[in-house]
């Protein structure tokens, strides 16, 4: 009776093992198959000092995994227990659970896209970082504060902006983490804006060595470029197609050399933090540095972010005697050499659009 006892209880042992064998080996097998489908994926958090088992359970309630036991095993065995790190990470459907403790292993953070258009201003920027959760608006603008570009600008930009750095955040399609750094924010969009500054300056030295416009009255090389960086933001907030740039350009560049107010629109709208309605005659009045109709010349600081094509443009401004231009209904720019033209042209501008 006692050897068939302990032959039972052997038998049972042995089925049991394999049994937990089996179902052991469906679960290693599982971990190398995606646990879901292709419309699946969330965001997940992993905290500074998480342990495994904390974010084992993060899995279990998300559905990735039905439990933390073979997940625990894992991490100890590969090592990953110790490693897997704090961010924020994009778990998709198509992943196994293998490849998303790798991912959290190697610190592969979930990469948020933030778009810069052209014509953005640094509140827009921290406006939008903090809209996705890069950074506060408030730390970012501390950021740029701090950074003192061009060291001659004194005017405070409207909004608490750093008028000194407004300019040379380059508009692109950048990539963060959550809760980035703003310094690194900074330097991205900055260096960036410096590389694409180089290209352009060695293709204006080709077409001419020396004597353009922003080379005048030696001027060092920081103010040459602060020159072009502020009238590539009016005209990048002026121009609405690319081929009339160089051509609006050349309109500004002449009107400074014979010491005519640049009498631009779009410096009024940035010193009133109002791009929403047209100017009336009395906005023309306000009492404000960047009013290019009371003051001659530039304004003293930039007033957006300009893109490749605006910097081009001021850069190397076309060869033109125009002094005037406005822009029509289409979008498109008609210029002229005279006050009398320009004037015309405003009069049959204002009786095609009666007629409509």
Same mark, same amino acid.
């Given at each position: 009776?006692?050897?068939?006892?302990? /032959?039972?209880?052997?038998?049972?042992?042995?089925?049991?093992?394999?049994?937990?064998?089996?179902?052991? +080996?469906?679960?290693?097998?599982?971990?190398?198959?995606?646990?879901?489908?292709?419309?699946?994926?969330?965001?997940?958090?992993?905290? @500074?000092?998480?342990?495994?088992?904390?974010?084992?359970?993060?899995? =279990?309630?998300?559905?990735?995994?039905?439990?933390?036991?073979?997940?625990?095993?894992?991490?100890?065995?590969?090592?990953?227990?110790?490693?897997?790190?704090?961010?924020?990470?994009?778990?998709?459907?198509?992943?196994?659970?293998?490849? !998303?403790?790798?991912?959290?292993? @190697?610190?592969?953070?979930?990469? /948020? $896209?933030?778009?810069?258009?052209?014509?953005?201003?640094?509140?827009?920027? *921290?406006? #939008?970082?903090?809209?996705?959760?890069?950074?506060?608006?408030?730390?970012?603008?501390?950021?740029?504060?701090?950074?003192?570009?061009?060291?001659?600008?004194?005017?405070?930009?409207?909004?608490?902006?750093? #008028?000194?750095?407004?300019?040379?955040?380059? &508009?692109?399609?950048?990539?963060?983490?959550?809760?980035?750094?703003?310094?690194?924010?900074?330097?991205?969009?900055?260096?960036?804006?410096?590389?694409?500054?180089?290209? !352009?300056?060695?293709?204006?030295?080709?077409?001419?060595?020396?004597?353009?416009?922003?080379?005048?009255?030696?001027?060092?090389?920081?103010?040459?470029?602060?020159? =072009?960086?502020?009238?590539?933001?009016?005209?990048?907030?002026?121009?609405?197609?690319? @081929?009339?740039?160089?051509?609006?350009? $050349?309109?500004?560049?002449?009107?400074?050399?014979?010491?005519?107010?640049?009498?631009?629109?779009?410096?009024?709208?940035?010193?009133?933090?109002?791009?929403?309605?047209?100017?009336?005659? $009395?906005?023309?009045? +306000?009492?404000? &540095?960047?009013?290019?109709?009371?003051?001659?010349?530039?304004? &003293? *600081? *930039?007033?957006?972010?300009?893109?490749?094509?605006?910097?081009?443009?001021?850069?190397?401004?076309?060869?033109?005697?125009?002094?005037?231009?406005?822009?029509?209904?289409?979008?498109?720019?008609? +210029?002229?050499?005279?006050?009398?033209?320009?004037?015309?042209?405003? !009069?049959?501008?204002?009786?095609?659009?009666? #007629?409509?």
């Amino acid at each position: 009776m006692r050897k068939i006892a302990i /032959r039972t209880i052997g038998a049972i042992v042995v089925a049991a093992a394999v049994v937990l064998g089996i179902m052991a +080996f469906m679960e290693y097998r599982s971990w190398n198959k995606p646990w879901g489908t292709a419309d699946q994926q969330f965001n997940i958090e992993i905290s @500074e000092g998480m342990n495994a088992r904390q974010i084992g359970n993060l899995l =279990v309630e998300n559905g990735v995994l039905k439990n933390t036991t073979l997940f625990l095993i894992l991490a100890d065995l590969r090592g990953f227990g110790e490693k897997l790190k704090a961010g924020e990470y994009l778990v998709k459907g198509t992943q196994s659970p293998y490849e !998303i403790v790798e991912m959290f292993a @190697e610190g592969k953070n979930y990469l /948020r $896209s933030l778009v810069v258009p052209e014509g953005f201003t640094q509140i827009d920027i *921290a406006k #939008a970082l903090e809209g996705l959760q890069v950074c506060k608006k408030e730390d970012f603008l501390k950021e740029c504060l701090s950074r003192n570009i061009f060291k001659f600008v004194v005017v405070q930009a409207p909004g608490g902006a750093n #008028a000194a750095c407004e300019g040379i955040l380059f &508009p692109d399609t950048y990539f963060f983490i959550k809760n980035q750094e703003t310094e690194r924010i900074f330097d991205r969009m900055s260096n960036h804006f410096q590389k694409e500054w180089e290209k !352009i300056l060695e293709d204006a030295f080709k077409i001419k060595a020396n004597g353009w416009w922003w080379q005048e009255g030696g001027a060092s090389e920081s103010q040459q470029t602060h020159r =072009v960086v502020v009238l590539a933001s009016i005209i990048e907030k002026e121009a609405k197609h690319d @081929e009339d740039r160089p051509l609006i350009a $050349s309109v500004f560049v002449n009107r400074m050399k014979k010491n005519m107010p640049l009498q631009a629109d779009s410096t009024i709208h940035y010193a009133l933090e109002d791009w929403s309605r047209s100017l009336q005659l $009395s906005d023309l009045e +306000f009492d404000s &540095p960047y009013n290019t109709y009371k003051n001659v010349g530039l304004p &003293p *600081a *930039a007033i957006c972010n300009p893109g490749e094509a605006s910097l081009r443009a001021a850069a190397m401004p076309a060869d033109s005697e125009y002094l005037y231009f406005l822009t029509m209904k289409d979008g498109s720019a008609q +210029f002229s050499m005279t006050n009398e033209d320009h004037i015309k042209l405003k !009069i049959e501008m204002k009786r095609q659009k009666g #007629a409509e």
